[in-house]
Protein backbone atom coordinates (compact mmCIF):
# COMPACT_ATOMS: atom_id res chain seq x y z
CA UNK A 1 0.00 0.00 0.00
CA UNK A 2 1.31 3.56 -0.81
CA UNK A 3 1.65 6.18 1.76
CA UNK A 4 -0.89 9.39 1.12
CA UNK A 5 0.78 12.66 0.47
CA UNK A 6 2.12 13.81 3.74
CA UNK A 7 0.72 16.65 4.73
CA UNK A 8 1.82 20.64 4.47
CA UNK A 9 4.21 21.66 7.44
CA UNK A 10 1.09 23.45 9.11
CA UNK A 11 -1.41 20.75 8.97
CA UNK A 12 1.61 18.09 9.61
CA UNK A 13 2.03 19.91 13.29
CA UNK A 14 -1.67 19.98 13.90
CA UNK A 15 -2.16 16.60 13.66
CA UNK A 16 0.93 15.48 14.88
CA UNK A 17 -0.55 17.63 18.19
CA UNK A 18 -3.62 16.05 18.08
CA UNK A 19 -3.25 12.54 17.25
CA UNK A 20 -0.07 12.42 20.45
CA UNK A 21 -3.01 13.69 22.44
CA UNK A 22 -5.10 10.93 21.77
CA UNK A 23 -2.14 8.17 22.51
CA UNK A 24 -2.10 10.08 25.75
CA UNK A 25 -5.76 8.77 26.83
CA UNK A 26 -3.94 5.98 28.18
CA UNK A 27 -1.13 7.49 30.31
CA UNK A 28 -3.04 10.22 31.65
CA UNK A 29 -6.21 7.83 32.63
CA UNK A 30 -3.48 5.64 34.07
CA UNK A 31 -0.70 8.17 35.82
CA UNK A 32 -2.98 10.96 37.43
CA UNK A 33 -4.98 8.52 39.41
CA UNK A 34 -1.84 6.77 40.64
CA UNK A 35 -1.20 8.85 43.55
CA UNK A 36 -4.56 8.10 44.68
CA UNK A 37 -4.06 4.69 45.73
CA UNK A 38 -4.31 4.82 49.41
CA UNK A 39 -6.99 7.29 49.46
CA UNK A 40 -9.10 4.58 47.23
CA UNK A 41 -8.07 1.60 50.07
CA UNK A 42 -9.13 4.02 52.66
CA UNK A 43 -12.46 5.27 51.25
CA UNK A 44 -13.65 2.03 49.90
CA UNK A 45 -12.11 0.01 52.83
CA UNK A 46 -10.26 -1.81 49.69
CA UNK A 47 -7.11 -3.64 49.94
CA UNK A 48 -4.15 -2.91 47.90
CA UNK A 49 -4.70 -6.10 45.50
CA UNK A 50 -8.37 -4.59 45.04
CA UNK A 51 -7.69 -1.11 43.96
CA UNK A 52 -4.72 -2.72 41.51
CA UNK A 53 -7.42 -4.32 40.32
CA UNK A 54 -9.19 -1.51 38.86
CA UNK A 55 -5.77 -0.39 36.64
CA UNK A 56 -5.84 -4.13 35.44
CA UNK A 57 -9.43 -4.01 34.32
CA UNK A 58 -8.19 -0.99 32.60
CA UNK A 59 -5.94 -2.40 31.09
CA UNK A 60 -7.87 -5.53 29.64
CA UNK A 61 -10.48 -3.17 28.20
CA UNK A 62 -7.46 -0.70 26.51
CA UNK A 63 -6.56 -4.74 25.04
CA UNK A 64 -10.50 -5.36 24.06
CA UNK A 65 -11.23 -2.40 23.16
CA UNK A 66 -8.19 -2.23 20.19
CA UNK A 67 -9.63 -5.35 18.80
CA UNK A 68 -13.02 -3.50 17.77
CA UNK A 69 -11.73 -0.40 17.08
CA UNK A 70 -9.10 -1.01 14.67
CA UNK A 71 -11.41 -3.24 12.45
CA UNK A 72 -13.86 -0.50 12.39
CA UNK A 73 -11.55 2.01 11.18
CA UNK A 74 -10.58 0.02 8.50
CA UNK A 75 -14.49 -0.87 7.24
CA UNK A 76 -16.10 3.10 8.06
CA UNK A 77 -12.70 5.12 8.10
CA UNK A 78 -11.43 6.86 10.83
CA UNK A 79 -13.05 9.68 12.43
CA UNK A 80 -16.23 8.07 12.88
CA UNK A 81 -15.28 4.98 15.31
CA UNK A 82 -13.16 7.62 17.06
CA UNK A 83 -15.80 10.17 18.15
CA UNK A 84 -18.25 7.09 19.26
CA UNK A 85 -15.45 5.60 21.75
CA UNK A 86 -14.42 9.12 22.98
CA UNK A 87 -18.16 10.00 23.70
CA UNK A 88 -17.83 6.10 25.93
CA UNK A 89 -15.09 7.55 27.83
CA UNK A 90 -15.98 10.43 29.09
CA UNK A 91 -19.52 9.23 29.77
CA UNK A 92 -17.81 6.68 31.73
CA UNK A 93 -15.46 9.21 33.39
CA UNK A 94 -18.33 11.31 34.54
CA UNK A 95 -19.78 7.72 35.61
CA UNK A 96 -16.72 7.16 38.12
CA UNK A 97 -17.20 9.65 39.89
CA UNK A 98 -20.14 8.35 41.39
CA UNK A 99 -18.99 4.89 42.01
CA UNK A 100 -20.49 3.40 45.26
CA UNK A 101 -17.83 0.30 45.61
CA UNK A 102 -14.75 -0.72 44.59
CA UNK A 103 -16.04 -3.24 42.14
CA UNK A 104 -18.28 -0.90 40.30
CA UNK A 105 -15.15 1.74 39.88
CA UNK A 106 -13.33 -1.60 38.27
CA UNK A 107 -16.18 -1.85 36.00
CA UNK A 108 -16.40 1.91 34.79
CA UNK A 109 -12.76 1.98 34.31
CA UNK A 110 -12.97 -1.33 32.18
CA UNK A 111 -15.74 0.88 30.33
CA UNK A 112 -13.70 3.58 30.37
CA UNK A 113 -10.50 2.17 28.72
CA UNK A 114 -13.02 0.37 25.82
CA UNK A 115 -14.11 3.76 24.85
CA UNK A 116 -10.81 5.62 25.33
CA UNK A 117 -8.61 2.97 23.28
CA UNK A 118 -10.10 4.14 19.89
CA UNK A 119 -8.04 7.00 19.77
CA UNK A 120 -4.35 4.85 20.89
CA UNK A 121 -5.24 2.18 17.91
CA UNK A 122 -6.90 4.79 15.77
CA UNK A 123 -4.37 7.08 15.86
CA UNK A 124 -1.18 4.61 14.92
CA UNK A 125 -3.48 3.29 12.00
CA UNK A 126 -3.66 7.37 10.56
CA UNK A 127 0.07 7.44 11.03
CA UNK A 128 0.72 4.45 9.16
CA UNK A 129 -2.32 6.07 6.27
CA UNK A 130 -0.06 8.41 5.55
CA UNK A 131 3.64 7.74 6.27
CA UNK A 132 6.30 5.27 5.21
CA UNK A 133 8.27 3.05 7.93
CA UNK A 134 10.70 5.48 8.67
CA UNK A 135 8.66 8.73 7.94
CA UNK A 136 6.20 6.61 10.48
CA UNK A 137 9.25 6.20 13.21
CA UNK A 138 9.94 9.20 12.85
CA UNK A 139 6.27 11.03 13.37
CA UNK A 140 6.26 8.21 16.31
CA UNK A 141 9.28 9.45 17.85
CA UNK A 142 7.48 13.04 17.68
CA UNK A 143 3.76 11.12 19.27
CA UNK A 144 6.21 9.98 21.85
CA UNK A 145 6.88 14.02 22.65
CA UNK A 146 3.56 15.02 22.78
CA UNK A 147 2.06 11.84 24.91
CA UNK A 148 5.36 11.73 27.07
CA UNK A 149 3.81 15.23 28.68
CA UNK A 150 1.36 13.18 30.17
CA UNK A 151 3.32 10.73 32.58
CA UNK A 152 5.04 13.88 33.68
CA UNK A 153 2.03 15.97 34.32
CA UNK A 154 -1.00 13.41 35.03
CA UNK A 155 0.86 12.18 38.56
CA UNK A 156 1.83 15.93 39.43
CA UNK A 157 -1.37 17.01 39.12
CA UNK A 158 -3.47 13.83 40.35
CA UNK A 159 -1.26 14.87 43.35
CA UNK A 160 -1.94 18.25 43.77
CA UNK A 161 -5.82 17.25 43.09
CA UNK A 162 -5.66 15.02 46.05
CA UNK A 163 -3.90 18.28 48.38
CA UNK A 164 -6.99 19.74 47.43
CA UNK A 165 -10.07 17.95 46.65
CA UNK A 166 -10.04 13.99 46.81
CA UNK A 167 -10.15 11.37 44.48
CA UNK A 168 -13.73 12.01 42.63
CA UNK A 169 -11.73 14.74 40.87
CA UNK A 170 -9.14 13.05 39.01
CA UNK A 171 -11.77 11.56 36.95
CA UNK A 172 -13.20 15.09 36.38
CA UNK A 173 -10.21 16.07 34.82
CA UNK A 174 -10.44 12.98 32.85
CA UNK A 175 -14.08 13.67 31.65
CA UNK A 176 -12.58 17.41 30.82
CA UNK A 177 -9.95 16.28 28.69
CA UNK A 178 -12.06 13.97 27.05
CA UNK A 179 -14.50 16.27 25.77
CA UNK A 180 -11.57 19.02 24.65
CA UNK A 181 -9.87 15.65 22.30
CA UNK A 182 -13.60 15.11 21.02
CA UNK A 183 -14.04 18.24 20.37
CA UNK A 184 -10.29 18.49 18.29
CA UNK A 185 -11.46 15.22 16.22
CA UNK A 186 -14.91 16.62 15.31
CA UNK A 187 -13.46 20.19 14.21
CA UNK A 188 -9.91 20.13 13.11
CA UNK A 189 -9.02 16.18 12.55
CA UNK A 190 -9.27 15.15 8.85
CA UNK A 191 -10.36 11.79 7.40
CA UNK A 192 -6.97 9.85 6.22
CA UNK A 193 -8.75 6.41 4.99
CA UNK A 194 -10.33 7.09 2.10
CA UNK A 195 -14.02 5.93 1.06
CA UNK A 196 -11.98 3.94 -2.09
CA UNK A 197 -9.27 2.32 0.03
CA UNK A 198 -12.01 1.14 3.12
CA UNK A 199 -12.34 -3.02 3.58
CA UNK A 200 -15.90 -4.31 2.79
CA UNK A 201 -15.40 -7.69 3.66
CA UNK A 202 -17.63 -9.14 6.95
CA UNK A 203 -15.74 -11.13 10.10
CA UNK A 204 -14.67 -13.67 8.01
CA UNK A 205 -12.74 -11.14 6.40
CA UNK A 206 -11.43 -9.92 9.64
CA UNK A 207 -10.40 -13.04 11.09
CA UNK A 208 -8.59 -13.72 8.28
CA UNK A 209 -6.49 -10.50 8.62
CA UNK A 210 -5.32 -11.13 11.95
CA UNK A 211 -4.84 -14.60 11.32
CA UNK A 212 -2.42 -13.44 8.32
CA UNK A 213 -0.76 -11.26 10.92
CA UNK A 214 -0.53 -13.49 13.82
CA UNK A 215 1.28 -15.90 11.23
CA UNK A 216 3.99 -13.52 9.71
CA UNK A 217 6.45 -14.04 12.08
CA UNK A 218 8.56 -10.67 11.67
CA UNK A 219 5.07 -8.32 12.63
CA UNK A 220 4.69 -10.88 15.32
CA UNK A 221 8.65 -9.91 16.15
CA UNK A 222 8.75 -6.64 16.23
CA UNK A 223 4.98 -6.34 18.30
CA UNK A 224 5.88 -8.65 20.84
CA UNK A 225 9.51 -7.08 21.59
CA UNK A 226 7.96 -3.58 22.11
CA UNK A 227 4.41 -5.12 23.86
CA UNK A 228 6.99 -7.24 25.94
CA UNK A 229 8.87 -4.00 26.97
CA UNK A 230 5.56 -1.66 27.14
CA UNK A 231 4.52 -4.67 29.64
CA UNK A 232 7.47 -4.07 31.91
CA UNK A 233 5.99 -0.24 31.80
CA UNK A 234 2.61 -1.46 33.08
CA UNK A 235 4.11 -3.58 35.88
CA UNK A 236 6.60 -0.24 37.22
CA UNK A 237 2.82 1.73 36.90
CA UNK A 238 1.14 -1.04 39.06
CA UNK A 239 4.02 -1.58 41.95
CA UNK A 240 5.76 2.03 41.77
CA UNK A 241 2.89 3.61 44.04
CA UNK A 242 3.31 0.28 46.60
CA UNK A 243 6.93 0.76 46.02
CA UNK A 244 7.71 4.22 46.07
CA UNK A 245 4.85 5.92 48.83
CA UNK A 246 4.67 2.67 50.83
CA UNK A 247 8.07 1.22 51.13
CA UNK A 248 10.00 4.31 50.90
CA UNK A 249 7.93 6.53 52.87
CA UNK A 250 8.13 8.53 49.28
CA UNK A 251 4.68 11.64 49.57
CA UNK A 252 2.11 11.27 46.79
CA UNK A 253 3.60 15.08 45.20
CA UNK A 254 7.06 13.69 45.51
CA UNK A 255 6.12 10.30 43.53
CA UNK A 256 4.21 12.21 41.19
CA UNK A 257 7.77 14.29 40.47
CA UNK A 258 9.88 10.86 40.32
CA UNK A 259 7.02 9.32 37.79
CA UNK A 260 7.61 12.10 35.66
CA UNK A 261 11.45 11.76 35.93
CA UNK A 262 11.18 8.58 34.07
CA UNK A 263 8.51 10.11 31.70
CA UNK A 264 11.09 13.07 30.98
CA UNK A 265 13.61 10.20 30.11
CA UNK A 266 11.94 8.81 27.69
CA UNK A 267 10.82 12.08 26.10
CA UNK A 268 14.54 12.53 25.65
CA UNK A 269 15.52 9.36 24.04
CA UNK A 270 12.51 9.49 21.83
CA UNK A 271 13.71 12.75 20.47
CA UNK A 272 17.24 11.01 20.14
CA UNK A 273 15.68 8.56 18.51
CA UNK A 274 14.28 11.27 15.67
CA UNK A 275 17.97 12.30 15.01
CA UNK A 276 19.52 8.62 14.78
CA UNK A 277 16.56 8.00 12.33
CA UNK A 278 19.03 10.32 9.81
CA UNK A 279 21.79 7.92 10.05
CA UNK A 280 20.46 4.62 11.12
CA UNK A 281 17.44 2.52 10.13
CA UNK A 282 14.50 2.01 13.08
CA UNK A 283 15.47 -1.92 12.72
CA UNK A 284 19.63 -1.09 13.31
CA UNK A 285 18.51 1.07 16.79
CA UNK A 286 16.32 -1.49 18.12
CA UNK A 287 18.72 -4.31 17.63
CA UNK A 288 21.15 -2.12 20.31
CA UNK A 289 18.40 -0.48 22.55
CA UNK A 290 16.72 -4.15 22.99
CA UNK A 291 20.36 -5.53 24.73
CA UNK A 292 20.91 -2.27 26.45
CA UNK A 293 17.50 -2.49 27.91
CA UNK A 294 17.49 -6.31 29.19
CA UNK A 295 20.75 -5.28 30.90
CA UNK A 296 19.55 -2.87 33.11
CA UNK A 297 16.19 -5.00 33.78
CA UNK A 298 18.26 -7.33 35.05
CA UNK A 299 20.48 -4.75 37.13
CA UNK A 300 17.15 -3.58 38.67
CA UNK A 301 16.29 -6.66 39.62
CA UNK A 302 19.38 -7.73 41.34
CA UNK A 303 18.92 -4.07 43.23
CA UNK A 304 15.55 -5.19 44.69
CA UNK A 305 16.50 -8.37 46.27
CA UNK A 306 18.97 -5.97 48.66
CA UNK A 307 16.33 -4.66 51.29
CA UNK A 308 16.53 -2.20 52.12
CA UNK A 309 18.06 -0.60 49.36
CA UNK A 310 19.09 2.42 48.79
CA UNK A 311 16.43 4.45 46.73
CA UNK A 312 18.62 5.79 44.55
CA UNK A 313 20.05 2.36 43.29
CA UNK A 314 16.49 1.39 42.37
CA UNK A 315 15.74 4.94 40.57
CA UNK A 316 18.96 4.63 38.07
CA UNK A 317 18.21 1.08 36.70
CA UNK A 318 14.61 1.55 36.31
CA UNK A 319 14.80 4.82 34.87
CA UNK A 320 17.03 3.07 31.92
CA UNK A 321 14.64 0.50 31.73
CA UNK A 322 11.77 3.04 31.03
CA UNK A 323 13.62 5.87 29.02
CA UNK A 324 14.60 3.04 26.63
CA UNK A 325 10.82 2.87 25.34
CA UNK A 326 11.84 6.01 23.48
CA UNK A 327 13.79 4.21 20.80
CA UNK A 328 11.72 0.80 21.17
CA UNK A 329 7.97 2.08 20.94
CA UNK A 330 8.62 4.30 17.71
CA UNK A 331 11.00 2.00 15.84
CA UNK A 332 8.96 -1.20 16.85
CA UNK A 333 5.84 -0.11 15.62
CA UNK A 334 6.89 1.44 12.55
CA UNK A 335 8.90 -2.02 11.53
CA UNK A 336 5.38 -3.88 12.33
CA UNK A 337 3.19 -1.56 10.50
CA UNK A 338 5.16 -1.56 7.87
CA UNK A 339 3.77 -5.28 7.55
CA UNK A 340 -0.03 -3.99 7.14
CA UNK A 341 -0.49 -3.79 3.71
CA UNK A 342 -4.10 -2.97 3.54
CA UNK A 343 -5.08 -3.40 7.19
CA UNK A 344 -3.64 -1.16 9.17
CA UNK A 345 -6.28 -0.60 11.65
CA UNK A 346 -6.25 -4.19 12.46
CA UNK A 347 -2.68 -4.01 12.48
CA UNK A 348 -2.84 -1.58 15.09
CA UNK A 349 -5.62 -3.25 16.68
CA UNK A 350 -3.28 -6.36 17.25
CA UNK A 351 -0.37 -4.05 18.19
CA UNK A 352 -2.17 -2.68 21.09
CA UNK A 353 -3.78 -5.68 22.23
CA UNK A 354 -0.73 -7.50 22.28
CA UNK A 355 0.58 -4.46 24.74
CA UNK A 356 -2.15 -4.06 27.14
CA UNK A 357 -2.49 -7.72 27.09
CA UNK A 358 0.97 -8.34 28.25
CA UNK A 359 0.57 -5.41 30.43
CA UNK A 360 -2.45 -6.66 32.18
CA UNK A 361 -0.44 -9.73 32.93
CA UNK A 362 2.34 -7.61 33.99
CA UNK A 363 0.35 -5.28 36.27
CA UNK A 364 -1.77 -8.95 37.57
CA UNK A 365 2.20 -10.60 38.11
CA UNK A 366 3.35 -7.97 40.62
CA UNK A 367 0.07 -8.20 42.66
CA UNK A 368 0.49 -11.89 42.58
CA UNK A 369 3.71 -11.98 43.62
CA UNK A 370 3.44 -9.30 46.26
CA UNK A 371 5.57 -10.06 49.65
CA UNK A 372 6.07 -6.62 50.58
CA UNK A 373 9.44 -5.75 48.83
CA UNK A 374 10.11 -4.49 45.59
CA UNK A 375 11.39 -7.87 43.91
CA UNK A 376 8.09 -8.84 42.47
CA UNK A 377 8.16 -5.45 40.45
CA UNK A 378 11.68 -5.74 39.34
CA UNK A 379 11.77 -9.35 38.53
CA UNK A 380 8.43 -8.81 36.73
CA UNK A 381 10.20 -6.32 34.51
CA UNK A 382 13.08 -8.34 34.28
CA UNK A 383 11.31 -11.42 32.87
CA UNK A 384 9.28 -8.99 30.57
CA UNK A 385 12.40 -7.73 29.14
CA UNK A 386 14.30 -10.55 28.45
CA UNK A 387 11.36 -12.28 26.55
CA UNK A 388 11.12 -9.03 24.46
CA UNK A 389 14.98 -9.69 23.99
CA UNK A 390 14.33 -13.56 22.90
CA UNK A 391 10.97 -12.21 20.08
CA UNK A 392 13.52 -9.66 18.68
CA UNK A 393 16.39 -11.85 18.19
CA UNK A 394 14.20 -14.98 17.09
CA UNK A 395 11.93 -13.97 14.86
CA UNK A 396 12.05 -10.24 13.43
CA UNK A 397 15.04 -11.17 10.91
CA UNK A 398 12.79 -13.97 9.21
CA UNK A 399 10.41 -13.80 6.16
CA UNK A 400 10.86 -11.20 3.59
CA UNK A 401 7.56 -10.75 1.96
CA UNK A 402 5.07 -7.87 3.31
CA UNK A 403 1.96 -8.79 4.47
CA UNK A 404 -1.34 -7.73 2.10
Given at each position: MTANPTPTKPGRLGLIVILGSLTAFAPLSIDMYLPAFPALETHFGASAGAVQGTLAAFFIGLAIGQSVHGPLSDRLGRRLP?????????AASIAAIFAPDIETLSVLRFVQALGGCAGIVIARAMVRDLFDERDSARVFSLLMLVMGLAPIL??????????????RWIFAALATFGAACLGAVFFALPETLPAEQRQRGGLARILHAYGRLLADPVFMG?????????????AYITGSPFVFITLYGVSPQAYGLLFGLNALGLIATSQINM???????????LA???VAQALAAVALAGVTLVQPAQLVFVLVPLFACIASLGFVSANAAAAAMSRAGANAGIASALIGVLQFGL????????????????APMGFTIAGLSLAGLLAHRLLTGRGTNQTS
Open positions: MVGGILVYVAPMLGGQLLAIADWFSLSSGFLMAGMFRLLRHYSGRQIVVMGALGGAFVGLFDNGTA
